[in-house]
Every structure is written in structure tokens, then in C-alpha cells.
């Protein structure tokens, strides 16, 4: 993939081949950086052309200016859209990048083709006491990065991957995670909540791992009752980064999401 410097922001975002009709943006998890998609990038290349981001104060965008925080990604992954003359594209997002992609897509539903998000929850219709469990583990998480960035890692990669190979190569990627770039996710929750519901124009999928923690499986269930028109998918032998977990299965679930709906 090519790399490339977003003039107005801190991004730095990469992308294989433009000469396909339609694109993909991949959106990675918290602590790790595009390259959690290597396999989905190897596969999909031939296909689609592929726009991947590494969100704020990840892998290669920390260079961040005095007040530039996550909930600006929205405009800033738009910014990059117009540069390249993208004018609709399948999102897949994974954890935190579930969440950015579903603010992207209030932002901007007019750029989205389809949805796909995993290891999330609805941001427009999160149940207050599972926002207080998640920021509670969030916390827990955070406390042991200050401590000890090779110790979050260690204890993150098995929260975050089922597998050990998955697990190894999210601690490869985590171990690097600077800690100022907790920083940029403080205002994460400006995003939940902040938009009231609306009809979607481009199908929804939605899942996660069955090995996943309780609170995402039961955060799943609330988003099917949300949105009973959202195409769901829970992955055998997989956790939070399913992805990563079980890449095949992954990605012929996104194949058979786009031939079906679109």
C-alpha cells in the first residue's frame, strides 16, 4: 500500500490500487494501527480499492497539533474522501473503529455504500449502565498502560484476540502504542448518544466473537432491537479483533454481505 500525509490533519492514511469501481475504508481498533487488516487487505486488493486510516495518536498519526482530539476523525476521513475523489465506500470498523465508523456515517450517510461493524455497539442507542461498564474497563485498561505499557499489552491481547497467533501479533502492535495518545481518546464519549437514530440508506452489519466479553454479546443483542433490519453474524472460535481471530470466515462474511445487499 501507498502511504500517504493528510495536509490538514494528523492522519496518515494508506491505499492499493484506484482503478477498481468501488472502495473500502477499514477503521482499526484502539492500541494497535491499520495493519490489524493486513490479511483483509492481502484479500480484498484484487477486488476493491482499499483506503486504509490509522486513527489519532496510532501507528503512524501522532504527529497531533495542540487540540486535535478523536471525535474530529469524521472530518478529517471526509477531507480525505473529497482529496481522492471517493464519493461512496464500504466501511468496515472493529472496535474503536466501530465507533468512528458509525459517526463518519451520521456525519456523512451520503459517502456510505455499507457498514460493517464488529466488537461495537450502537453509539446512538448505547444503555447507560453498559457505557458505565465499558468506561469502567476502559479505565482498568488504562490504569496498567501508565504503569506499564508491555504489561497493558500483555493483558490486552487476551481481552482483544482469541487465538494465540492473533494474539501475538496485536501485542506487536500494541507494545508500540504511545502512551501520551490516551490523551486523543478522552473525548470518545462526545460521540455516543449525540445523534438520534435515523433510516439508513446502506445496509448495516453488525457482530462480534463469540468468545467476546458478555457485555459486547449483550450489546449486540440491543443493536438487532434497534435496528431489526441490520444483517448480524457472531464468529465460532473468535474474541473482540474477529478479524484477526478468524480472517477467512471474516472476510467470506463481507463478501456474502456485499453480494446480498448491494
Not at 25 to 45: E, G
Not at 109 to 125: Q, W
Not at 220 to 225: D, I, N, R, V
Request: some cysteine.
Amino acid at each position: 500500500m501507498t502511504k500517504y500525509k493528510s495536509d490538514n490533519s494528523p492522519i496518515t492514511y494508506y491505499i492499493s490500487g484506484r482503478e477498481k469501481k468501488e472502495w473500502i475504508l477499514f477503521i482499526h481498533a484502539a492500541f494497535v494501527d491499520h495493519n490489524m487488516f493486513r490479511t483483509q487487505i492481502d484479500y480484498f486488493q484484487d477486488k476493491y480499492n482499499i483506503l486504509a486510516v490509522d486513527v489519532i495518536g496510532h501507528g503512524q498519526s501522532t504527529a497531533a497539533r495542540k487540540g486535535d482530539r478523536i471525535d474530529q476523525m469524521s472530518p478529517w476521513i471526509h477531507e480525505i474522501l473529497l482529496t481522492e475523489k471517493i464519493e461512496k465506500i464500504h466501511i468496515v470498523g472493529i472496535s474503536l473503529g466501530a465507533v468512528l465508523a458509525q459517526d463518519f456515517a451520521n456525519h456523512y450517510p451520503e459517502a456510505v455504500r455499507s457498514l460493517a461493524c464488529f466488537g461495537g455497539y450502537d453509539i446512538n442507542n448505547f444503555a447507560p449502565q453498559l457505557q458505565k461498564q465499558n468506561g469502567s474497563a476502559q479505565m482498568l485498561m488504562m490504569l496498567k498502560a501508565l504503569i506499564s505499557v508491555k504489561w497493558f499489552a500483555k493483558a490486552n491481547k487476551k481481552i482483544s484476540a482469541y487465538t494465540p497467533q492473533a494474539q501475538n501479533d496485536f501485542y506487536n502492535m500494541n507494545i508500540r502504542f504511545p502512551k501520551k495518545s490516551f490523551l486523543y481518546l478522552s473525548a470518545l464519549n462526545s460521540m455516543v448518544n449525540a445523534h438520534p437514530s435515523q433510516p439508513r440508506s446502506y445496509p448495516l452489519l453488525v457482530g462480534c466473537g463469540a468468545h467476546d466479553i458478555p457485555m459486547e454479546l449483550k450489546a449486540l443483542e440491543m443493536w438487532q432491537k434497534h435496528e431489526s433490519n441490520c444483517q448480524t453474524v457472531i464468529f465460532e472460535q473468535a474474541g473482540h479483533c474477529v478479524n484477526m481471530d478468524v480472517p477467512e470466515v471474516f472476510n467470506a462474511a463481507l463478501e456474502e454481505f456485499w453480494a446480498e445487499s448491494l
